[in-house]
């Protein structure tokens, strides 16, 4: 569904949302890495008001885990409704719009498949630096897609974990940023907080 959107758009607007928003955002990223995409005019605005504190937290973190690796492929707007309304009508001149249905993208294979989250599942994520680029951003992309499960989707996988939590291995750096968004959104009120369980991972 979400290959369909962006073969059919012109450019990626992301509103704060969830976890599931970062989610995309990080699908997003990743198909925007890959060699074979990175000549596709297609920009990424993260949209939100000029005291919103959603992306900055995004921002941040996307810096810890990738430095500035990601900086061309996303652009922060903060500002009014009326702003960003300007900022579109000046830019989208500049893009290709000979397009209905983009067949130019390219889409790997791990952006199409979905994640079948489990407790094994979770605990063979890699999110080290020790990968490239494009992977690292899949990883994360699993690890999310797994909070949205866990806390949208399937309430009760939980009970079959009993009181043990899948724990999540990568650079500590990484992690800890990680976690940190993952408490960012609860604080939030992004992600409900589960009143009968602790957070559904942990962290080496």
Not at 9 to 38: C, D, F, S, Y
Not at 64 to 74: A, P, Q, R, S, W
Not at 161 to 166: E, I, L, S, T
């Amino acid at each position: 569904r979400m290959e369909a959107f962006i073969r059919g758009a012109h450019r990626g607007r992301v509103h704060p949302g969830g976890p599931g928003t970062l989610e995309e955002i990080l699908t997003l990223l990743a198909l925007k890495a890959m060699p074979e995409n990175q000549d596709i005019p297609f920009p990424l605005d993260l949209v939100e008001r000029q005291e919103g504190d959603y992306f900055k937290g995004i921002v941040q973190f996307l810096k810890t885990c990738f430095g500035n690796d990601l900086d061309e492929l996303y652009t922060l707007f903060q500002g009014t409704p009326k702003d960003y309304a300007a900022y579109v009508v000046d830019t989208t001149p500049r893009l290709p719009m000979r397009y209905l249905w983009n067949d130019d993208w390219v889409f790997d294979r791990k952006l199409q498949l979905p994640f079948e989250v489990s407790f094994e599942a979770m605990e063979s994520l890699d999110l080290t630096r020790d990968q490239p680029v494009f992977d690292l951003l899949v990883n994360l992309r699993r690890f999310f897609s797994a909070i949205v499960h866990i806390s949208v989707k399937d309430l009760d996988m939980l009970d079959a974990w009993g009181d043990d939590r899948p724990l999540i291995h990568g650079d500590k750096e990484i992690l800890l940023a990680m976690d940190e968004l993952v408490r960012r959104l609860e604080r939030q009120q992004r992600i409900h907080p589960n009143t009968k369980y602790a957070r559904p991972y942990r962290i080496a």
